[in-house]
Each structure stands twice: as structure tokens, then as C-alpha cells.
Nanobody, 115 residues
Framework: QVQLVESGGGLVQPGGSLRLSCAAS????????MGWYRQAPGKQRELVTS???????NYANSVKGRFTISRDTVKNTVYLMMNNLKPEDTAVYYC?????????WGQGTQVTVSS
């Protein structure tokens, strides 16, 4: 069983930055693909970015060049660095950990980009 706890969300002005963290209880080894999803009001949850056990990354076109995902296997933590934030980035951000068999979700953290 893996539990994921996100932190780091908040209110930021357009153009600002935030760093989200996802701390995992239990070992997140190289079998796990770690990802960040987001869900805006009235919209479906969407994949923002993911990182494999060998640190191969994937980004949604809307965040390429602005967001960076990283993982610390010693601390069992995944990070999402978000730069040049835009109002359309406003959403609840969810951490996800998955293998071929299991999928785990965090409770989500709110990110609001507004002046």
C-alpha cells in the first residue's frame, strides 16, 4: 500500500512560480511511474507530466518549457516545479503513482493563478 501526500499549492500571481511536492509512504522504486494530473472546475482530470523509474519524462504541450518534474528516490518524493504560471493553470493538482498492477492517488492540492 502506498499513500501519497501533496503539498505546496497556493495562490500565485500570473508569471509566478510554485513547487509542488508529493511525499510517498512506502518505497517508490523504479517500477513506479510517477505523475502529476490536474483538474480544473468543470473539466476532466488531465495528465500534466510523468516520470519513469529511469527518469524519462513526458509533458503536456500546455506546460512544456514551464513545468519540470523530478523525483528523489531516497526521500520517496516527487516534485513539480511550475514557472511562468498562467491563469489557465488554475486547478487541483493530484499526484499519481502507478505500476502495471496498482494505481495510487493523493488527495490533491489547489493551485490558483490570479492577480
Amino acid at each position: 500500500q502506498v499513500q501519497l501526500v501533496e503539498s505546496g499549492g497556493g495562490l500565485v500571481q500570473p508569471g509566478g512560480s510554485l513547487r509542488l511536492s508529493c511525499a510517498a509512504s512506502g518505497s517508490i522504486d523504479s517500477r513506479y511511474v510517477m505523475g502529476w494530473y490536474r483538474q480544473a472546475p468543470g473539466k476532466q482530470r488531465e495528465l500534466v507530466t510523468s516520470i519513469t523509474g529511469i527518469s524519462s519524462t513526458n509533458y503536456a504541450n500546455s506546460v512544456k518549457g514551464r513545468f519540470t518534474i523530478s523525483r528523489d528516490t531516497v526521500k520517496n518524493t516527487v516534485y513539480l516545479m511550475m514557472n511562468n504560471l498562467k491563469p489557465e493553470d488554475t486547478a487541483v493538482y493530484y499526484c499519481n503513482a502507478r505500476t502495471l498492477i496498482f494505481t495510487y492517488w493523493g488527495q490533491g492540492t489547489q493551485v490558483t493563478v490570479s492577480s
